[in-house]
């Protein structure tokens, strides 16, 4: 079975601060992982999507992250943070092809300040 | 492209009422739809999975009685809430793959209150 664990379910930055989500999977299959964003009482918007090829992989609003096999990792980074940029991250995995249902973490929610 | 269309975005219900929130795709055929419950400050949990012309195939815990989900059509697929609690209230999202590798497409959510 997969599983995701999201560390720290609040990360604090400030404007213009390093942001760094922490992302570890399980998974007994090569991995298809993801990264949402979500708005209070919205659905989730895709960031970015691993699938195959390339382990560093950028998304929109200046996001990216890096597939680490050997350390079961998808961490999300983005230079320098906006407020805009606070919201609920969630990271997930599914099997394969993509048709396969998602499994989510917990969620991080990120907290940006002036 | 690749829009899931969600209805109702809020629904407020009496206990013991059923409450229907449909979903559908705008621009692509979504053979398989996925529906979500998300409590609040919680993460998403699946509670079935539907595909266009079959029966749901519901997560372990999940009531299928309770949960009516059909996917008559490669455009809609609807979820109906039967005989709704106060515990039923939920934000409830769809979610489709339009085409292997693209990803997922949620909706915007349903947020339920039974009173």
């Known amino acids: 079975a997969q599983s995701v664990t999201q560390l720290g379910s609040h990360v604090s930055v400030s404007e213009g601060a390093l942001v760094l989500l922490r992302c570890n999977y399980s998974?007994?299959?090569?991995?298809?992982l993801f990264w949402y964003v979500q708005y209070p009482n919205q659905g989730l918007q895709l960031l970015l999507k691993?699938?195959?090829?390339?382990?560093l992989v950028k998304g929109i609003n200046g996001f990216e992250a890096e597939f680490k096999k050997s350390e079961t990792s998808f961490h999300l980074t983005k230079p320098s943070a906006h407020m805009s940029d606070a919201a609920e991250y969630f990271c997930a995995v599914s099997e394969g092809t993509g048709f396969q249902k998602l499994v989510f973490g917990t969620g991080t929610r990120l907290l940006v300040s002036p | 492209g690749a829009v899931v269309s969600q209805h109702p975005s809020r629904v407020i219900c009496k206990s013991g009422t059923s409450v229907k929130i449909e979903c559908r795709s705008l621009d692509f055929q979504a053979t398989t739809m996925f529906w979500y419950r998300q409590f609040p400050k919680q993460s998403l949990m699946l509670m079935a999975t539907s595909n266009e012309g079959s029966k749901a195939t519901y997560e372990q815990g999940v009531e299928k009685d309770k949960f009516l989900i059909n996917h008559a059509s490669l455009t809609l697929s609807t979820l109906t809430v039967t005989s709704a609690h106060p515990e039923d209230s939920s934000f409830y999202i769809c979610s489709s793959c339009p085409r292997e590798n693209y990803g997922y497409t949620f909706g915007s959510g349903t947020r339920l209150t039974v009173v």
């Open positions: 691993y699938t195959t090829g390339a382990t």
């Open positions: 998974s007994s299959v090569p991995p298809y």
